[in-house]
Nanobody, 124 residues
Framework: QVQLVESGGGLVQPGGSLRLSCAAS????????MGWYRQAPGEQRELVADITNGGPTNYADSVKGRFTISRDNAKNTVTLQMNSLKPEDTAVYYC??????????????????WGQGTLVTVSS
């Protein structure tokens, strides 16, 4: 069907940078919004940033000016560049997208897809 594969998480010191990438694959017809969410231990999952097909972006207040989201529509990928990382950015980061895909019978269906998550740890 459709899969999202994330990469780029890891351990970084405060003030450092990480780059997360997410690639969508499968019988994709059209991708609408692509975004990144995160969930810290004991917390609810929250939106970090998202970007529409046309390009407008949306950021959580806590990451504005530090994180940048971008997408490559030709490659069905979305990237989150994270700079000036803080310990409070520590969380599992999830890629999410909503899209239309083509079924085995040639029909178009809408779907929301989540990645498996990648851990980002900001610590000295």
């Amino acid at each position: 069907q459709v899969q999202l594969v994330e990469s780029g998480g890891g351990l970084v010191q405060p003030g450092g940078s990480l780059r997360l990438s997410c690639a969508a694959s499968g019988s994709i017809f059209s991708i609408y919004t692509m975004g990144w969410y995160r969930q810290a231990p004991g917390e609810q999952r929250e939106l970090v940033a998202d970007i529409t097909n046309g390009g407008p972006t949306n950021y959580a207040d806590s990451v504005k000016g530090r994180f940048t989201i971008s997408r490559d529509n030709a490659k069905n990928t979305v990237t989150l560049q994270m700079n000036s990382l803080k310990p409070e950015d520590t969380a599992v980061y999830y890629c999410k997208t909503d899209l239309d895909y083509t079924t085995a019978y040639g029909r178009r269906r809408y779907l929301e897809v989540w990645g498996q998550g990648t851990l980002v740890t900001v610590s000295s």
